[in-house]
């Protein structure tokens, strides 16, 4: 067995075309990467569809699908290892998640993250390599309440889902604050449904001193209360969290090493490139628990990179293929949402919403830019983490883009290094790579220019 063991992990893999060719020297560039590791993980955000599924009332964004034909690029690329726990597992409803899953099970692929309940879709996946075996665990933040897998009991069925992590948002505002709201909330009974549902025995009464305002666009009851420090705090839900911790300390007893592939979108403010608070928290805890590496994503843009306890926290590597504007159908949903007539072809009506390319995630350059990170590991430490940039065809038609290419643009380099700064990571760019050393490494790096 190795001394060490290595890992290479994307961001976002949306697929809705086949790559051209085995042949392009930029596919055999980032296959190389991919293959030289032990453990090799992607996030795959898409439905694998061949004429199952039917379009969920409450997607991921756009509905995304496409078929299991790409699910051999993947494995070309040499992927050994799948998250599925995102918010676009439901864009095609309980079939579609279900299909996805067996088209994965039929290609082969080792995957995890969704399942017909919750203990199907949050237990590990193990892979054995000559390096060590890897347990593999995938998490996605619940984007919607309908979207969480639920246990299974003895009596009935659980309900098919996401390996989910809930969360707690409170919004702090001063006393005077607070009596405002309750008089805004009694005149316009905002809270009218709720407190009958409490009446009720339909849900729980809030805590003292939490008052309730209406809910947010994905289910969540938006809670107001008294606080010196105002603004919003966000917790983890600690009843999920004790549930993974519980899964990554028992896929431990069975493993070398444990990854957690982590899918959260939400953000500090309006800053999709810094993660609410409740992300970070959740993130450390892995780590506590016994996790060696937590793979972010989700905002499609890259977030920082953290080492904590030797270990890394990838906050986000945001897109690695993305091609969501290349689609065969579009419900009925999406004409109407966006106003656009129904005789409108696929294409005429993205061109619409999307204002003809000028808006939306492809119009933004930095949702195309992104990095791949290789890293080595022993003795469950960090030793060394090589970040190679990637560009996605910025610019180009929407036919033309999408497709990972490793460049030299050293500009992507420094918004990490930007982004990293604030966790203490210190990033060395050198000739279009970063690398980021463990504590030993560093060390021993510092006596040698010293000795020299």
Known sequence: MKSTISFAATGDYLPTRRIPSYQEESFQAIEKVIKQADGRITNLEISILQNEGTPGAIPG????????????????????????????????????????????????????????????????????????????????????????????????????????????????????????????????EVNAFTQMSINEAFILPFPEGIVPFGRDQYGYPMLFEVGEEQGLVTEPNEKDMQRIEG????????????????????????????????????????????????????????????IYKGRPIFHSLGNFIFQNETLDALPQDFYDNHNIPNEYGVMKAMDKKSHNGTKGLLSIPEMMESVLPFWTMKDGELVEIILYPIELSHGKKRHQNGFPEITKNESILKRLQDLSEPFGTNIIIEDGIGRIYGQATAEREKAEVKFV
């Open 247 to 306: 899964v990554i300390d028992d896929a431990l007893r069975q493993a070398d090493y444990v990854l957690v592939n982590f899918h959260a979108h939400e953000m500090k403010g309006t800053n999709k490139r810094i993660g609410a608070d409740f992300v970070g928290k959740a993130a450390k805890r892995f780590i506590d628990a016994g996790a060696h590496s937590v793979i972010g994503h989700g905002p499609h843009t890259l977030r920082g990179i953290e």
């Open 61 to 188: 964004g756009t509905h995304i699908r496409t078929t299991p034909d790409r699910l051999d690029d993947l494995k070309a690329y040499g992927f050994n290892l799948v998250g599925t726990a995102n918010n676009h597992a439901f864009d095609y409803g309980y079939d579609g998640l279900e299909a996805t899953n067996r088209h994965l099970d039929e290609a082969g692929i080792l995957h995890t993250g969704t399942g017909e309940n919750l203990y199907e879709a949050g237990k590990p996946i193990f892979l054995d390599t000559t390096a060590g075996r890897i347990g593999f665990i995938s998490v996605s933040v619940v984007s919607h309440l309908t979207h969480m897998a639920t246990e299974q009991r003895h009596n009935i069925k659980g309900r098919p889902g996401i390996n989910g992590l809930r969360h707690v948002r409170k919004h702090m505002i001063s006393s005077e604050e607070l009596a405002v709201l309750k008089n805004i909330a009694d005149k316009t």
